[in-house]
């Protein structure tokens, strides 16, 4: 567990989060709100101002980035099944298709430990 892990974490979910620029504020707040977590909390792991990160804290914001984690990998597994749909018997976006999958395995996994 490390302040600096959860800070990027939050780094990460905020940048997919936001839609433009004057929009970080925004997205913290949703991102509090979904998770149920603090604005303030998150706003200084944000910026790399906490000094520390309870335990509860760090696992509720690992579960929130592994969520993170699950929508780029239905967002690309849409675009896969998309481009097969087109391309058809495309051995590159099998491969992709199976990697996208066994991705999906380990996040599952990866919460699956954060449950214990």
Same mark, same amino acid.
């Given at each position: ?5 959860? /800070?990027?974490?939050? !780094? ?6 936001? /839609? ?5 504020? =925004?997205?913290? !707040? !949703?991102?509090?709100? #979904?998770? =149920? +977590? /603090? $604005?303030? *909390? +998150?706003?200084? +792991?944000? %910026?790399?101002?906490?000094? /520390?990160?309870?335990?509860?804290? $760090?696992?509720?914001? !690992? #579960? %929130? ?8 990998? #239905? %967002? ?5 099944? *998309? ?17 996208? *999958? ?5 996040? #599952? ?5 954060? *449950?214990?």
């Amino acid at each position: 567990m490390s302040t600096a892990i959860a /800070s990027e974490y939050v !780094r990460k979910m905020v940048e997919r989060e936001t /839609s433009g620029n004057g929009d970080v504020e =925004n997205a913290v !707040r !949703r991102l509090a709100r #979904r998770h =149920n +977590l /603090s $604005f303030w *909390q +998150l706003m200084h +792991l944000r %910026a790399g101002r906490a000094k /520390s990160v309870t335990i509860d804290a $760090f696992t509720q914001i !690992r #579960r %929130a980035y592994l969520e993170y984690c699950e929508a780029e990998i #239905r %967002a690309l597994q849409e675009e896969i099944k *998309q481009d097969l749909d087109r391309y058809e018997d495309n051995d590159d976006l099998l491969n992709l298709e199976n990697e996208t *999958q066994a991705l999906v395995e380990k996040v #599952r996994l990866a919460k699956e430990r954060l *449950q214990r």
